[in-house]
Each structure stands twice: as C-alpha cells, then as structure tokens.
C-alpha cells in the first residue's frame, strides 16, 4: 500500500494550491480517503474526506467553502483543491486511506486512517 502526495509549496495569503494523492497496492474502489494536516507543534488534523460510494464530502469547519476534495477513479487519485490560503493553513498535508475496507469517510480523527504518505510541505506566507 502506497499513497504519495505532491503540490505542496510556497504562496501567498490569498493564493491557490492544488494537491494530489496518488495511490497504489489496495482495492481503491473500496476505502475513502481522507486528507489531514501538522503544523509545528500541534496536532495532527482532519482536514477533508471523500467517500468512494457517492462521492460524498466533508471538511473541517476551519476549510468549508475553501477547499474542495475529488478524486479521479481512472487514476487513482485524490486531489485537494486549496483556494483563498490563509497563514494558518501552513502545515505538511498527509493523505490516508481509511482504516478497515470502507467506502464511506469515518469521523476525521487520524485513529481511523492509515497508510499514511510522506506529505507535502505547504506554507502561506507573504
């Protein structure tokens, strides 16, 4: 099982990032997957999810309206569309497929994903 992020990098307060997940070695018709986030000296936290039944969405509240999750089935791939950046989106941005077979995205507590990427260092900054 592989997930590989990429997009991250440098913008400025207000610009616009898009992020991918790309995935390998497990059934991906059949998990959700879910993006987080970890700036220095917090937490890891839940930032996105999209189940692959029906495509259905979630965010965190500190996102909605900003960011907006997809995912390309023909290329196994998550994207995670990041508009109107803010300092305090600067963080590494992990993706993960949810833990145990399922198509529908569980609570966005990192208990419940695994196969954790590497992550890609986003930072907004002026």
């Known amino acids: 099982v592989q997930l590989v992020e990429s997009g991250g990098g440098l913008v400025q307060p207000g610009g616009s990032l898009r992020l991918s997940c790309a995935a390998s070695?497990?059934?991906?018709?059949?998990?959700?997957i879910g993006w987080f986030r970890q700036a220095p000296g917090k937490e890891r936290e839940g930032v996105s999810c999209?189940?692959?039944?029906?495509?259905?969405?979630y965010y965190a509240d500190s996102v909605k309206g900003r960011f907006t999750v997809s995912r390309d089935n023909a290329k196994n791939t998550v994207y995670l569309q990041m508009n109107n950046l803010k300092p305090e989106d600067t963080a590494v941005y992990h993706c993960?497929?949810?833990?145990?077979?399922?198509?529908?995205?569980?609570?966005?507590?990192?208990?419940?994903?695994?196969?954790w990427g590497q992550g890609t260092q986003v930072t907004v900054s002026s």
């Open positions: 999209v189940s692959t039944s029906d495509g259905t969405t």
């Open positions: 993960a497929k949810r833990s145990g077979l399922g198509r529908l995205c569980p609570n966005l507590h990192a208990i419940n994903f695994d196969s």
């Open positions: 070695g497990f059934s991906w018709d059949y998990y959700a």
